[in-house]
Every structure is written in C-alpha cells, then in structure tokens.
C-alpha cells in the first residue's frame, strides 16, 4: 500500500525536476545571438555601406583630376614649347588653360571634401568593429557559459527523472494516477503537509477526524477543501 509519506518523496523529486528544467528553459532562452550583437553587427554593417559609395566618389574625382591635370599639361607644352607661334592660337590655347585650371580647382577641392568624408567614414567603420569584436568576445564567454550549464542541468534532470522512475516503480497505479491529477491542477503541489491541524496546501483548519485519519496513515487521505492528499508532519 502506498503511503502519503511515498507520495511527497515523488512530490519533491518533481519539484526539483521542475525547477530544474525551468532554469533550464531560461538558459535555453538565452543561448544564440543577443541584441546587443544584432545591434553592433548592424552599426558596422551601416558604417561599411556607407563607406562603399564614397569610396567610389573619392576614385572618380581622382581620376577626372588626373584627367584635366593631363589636359593641361598637354597645352602648356603647346603654349610654352616652342610649336605654336600664331597669336590667336596661342590665346585660345591660353583661354583652354584657364578654363582647364579652374575646372581643376573645383574637382580638387571636391576630392579633398570626399576624402574628409571617407576618413570620417573609416574612422566610424573603425570605432563600430572595434566595438563589434569587443561584444562578440564577451558574447562567445556567455554563451560558452550557458553551454557548459545546459549540459549541466541536463545531467541534473537525467540523475532526477531516473530516481523518480525508481520511486514510481511498484506504486500503485490509481494513487499514481491520483497524484499526477492533483499536481496538475494543484501547481505542481498534490501532497500537503498538516501543521498544527491546518492543511499547508490551503491553510484551511482540518476537522480533527480527518487529522487523525491521515495521521494513522492508513490509506490516502484528502484535504476537505483543496483535495490534495494530507502528510502529518
């Protein structure tokens, strides 16, 4: 015959059993990519697509430089080389000039503008993958961290659902049954503890009959208001 006594020993197996897999759902909860990650990741992502166009800015002012630079060149060899005498060519040469020189300062000024942009940019790039690695690193801690604590409650709720197969081995099947019905519908609490005449389950006062029922510990006796099975203490 099982006893009530039998009954709460299961109870605090599968209350440890709980509440270990509980903490264990709370960690599982927290294993893979954080916020925190997401968001670093992101910013850096930003910084790189933003540091790409004026990359390609900084390229195409350089080289329209260099070709206007060219330009030149090319007609001050024809101005000052020697090769060309007639005035009025000479004036148009020089007119090109002028207008080569200033269209030169103007792509000047605009590279020195994308390149003081681009530093700022390779600048943000360098601050947002500094700060990147430095929560990746902290992150891979944690994680290793919750990993080595999973595989620890595991173990736990291994050790704790093999001692409660040998508590349940033999008992009887219905008061099993019973049990399992009260925790359901008790908040995992089917056995409560009488103290001082008062059910611990719903700290109603007992009737004395049934105090010295279950004190007797003959059969399985029920709480007259909650149901749950009653263990003088």
């Not at 759902?25 to 990519?33: H, P, R, S, Y």
């Not at 992502?45 to 070709?67: C, F, I, S, Y």
């Not at 060149?73 to 207008?99: C, F, H, M």
């Not at 604590?149 to 001692?163: C, H, N, S």
């Amino acid at each position: 015959m099982i006893t009530a006594a039998e009954l709460f020993a299961l109870q605090e197996t599968d209350l440890a059993i709980d509440g270990t897999v509980a903490r264990l759902t709370e960690i599982e909860a927290q294993l893979g990519e954080t916020e925190e990650l997401i968001d670093a990741r992101q910013r850096a992502d930003q910084w790189r697509e933003q540091l790409r166009p004026l990359e390609e800015k900084q390229k195409g002012l350089d080289w329209e430089a260099e070709e206007v630079r060219g330009k030149a060149a090319a007609i001050e060899n024809k101005l000052y080389g020697g090769s060309v005498r007639n005035p009025k060519e000479l004036e148009d040469y020089q007119a090109d000039l002028t207008s080569l020189r200033g269209r030169l300062s103007r792509r000047e000024d605009a590279l020195l503008e994308a390149m003081l942009e681009l530093d700022d940019a390779e600048a943000g790039l360098k601050q947002a993958e500094a700060a990147l690695a430095e929560v990746e690193e902290s992150w891979k801690a944690q994680q290793a961290s919750l990993q080595e604590a999973r595989a620890k409650l595991e173990g736990e709720i291994e050790g704790l659902e093999a001692k409660r197969a040998r508590q349940v081995d033999g008992m009887d099947a219905a008061a099993v049954s019973l049990y399992d019905v009260l925790r359901e519908h008790r908040q995992g609490t089917a056995v409560a503890l009488v103290e001082q005449g008062l059910c611990q389950g719903c700290r109603i006062s007992l009737p004395m009959s049934i105090v010295q029922k279950a004190r007797a510990g003959v059969g399985l006796v029920q709480c007259v208001s909650c149901e749950r099975i009653l263990l003088v203490s």
